[in-house]
């Protein structure tokens, strides 16, 4: 059975157009006839960086889905495990699917991220049809946005999958949101 970054058991049933992509390109490639090795980065933390201008400015975060629970990845744990699948041996074929320690909901996260820079930050909740068209004025279609903000939805019922994935391959358990946002607080100040 294959081991998918959303938990599901098959690249071709991934149900939001960034997994899908994803999926799409690994597929290419693992049948490309060389080797390979997918490192799936699941939820990263640097997308997190959003939201530093509008903390700058005002010390607020608009997120639509406050109960969205994602187990967010450092960058940097991603480097790492990908620098050894590059470098190490038996990393053919395989797929490593990364996370952080644990899942974290949006309101976890900015007041992790408000800790981290000295200041309490206020979680602003737009409707979903705000978000839609903040997104289409962005350049997405609005079908891609639907399903994007469906998997977010979906991450409001559900937590995002944890795995030992980063520390099996480094020898190091991945390091937790706490330590991320120490080291990208000037970004957010």
């Known amino acids: 059975m294959k081991d998918c970054s959303d938990g599901r058991p098959d690249p071709a049933v ?6 899908r992509r ?3 390109v690994e597929r290419e490639v693992e049948g490309a006839g060389v080797p390979w090795t997918a490192v799936r980065a699941g939820g990263p933390a640097s997308s997190l960086l959003g939201w530093a201008p509008e903390i ?3 010390g607020t975060v608009r997120d639509a889905f406050p109960r969205a629970s994602r187990a967010l990845l450092d960058e940097r ?3 790492e495990v990908a620098v050894r699948a590059l470098i190490g041996d038996g990393h053919d074929g395989a797929r490593h699917v990364l996370s952080g320690p644990r899942p974290l909901t949006t309101e976890e996260q900015v007041a992790i ?3 981290a820079v000295g200041r309490p930050i206020r979680l602003l909740v737009p409707s979903r049809g705000e978000v839609i068209e903040e997104m289409a004025s962005e350049g997405w279609e609005r079908a891609a946005a639907e399903q994007l903000l469906d998997a977010y939805a979906r991450m409001s019922k559900a937590p995002g999958a944890v795995t030992d994935t980063v520390e099996r391959v480094t020898g190091s358990p991945a390091r937790s949101l706490d330590q991320w946002a120490r080291y990208h607080a000037d970004d957010s100040r």
Request: net charge positive; proline share 6%.
């Open 56 to 58: 700058r400015r005002h």
């Open 113 to 115: 991220i408000g800790r």
């Open 22 to 24: 994803h999926a799409a």
């Open 14 to 19: 991934q149900t939001d157009p960034v997994n």
């Open 77 to 79: 744990d991603a480097a």
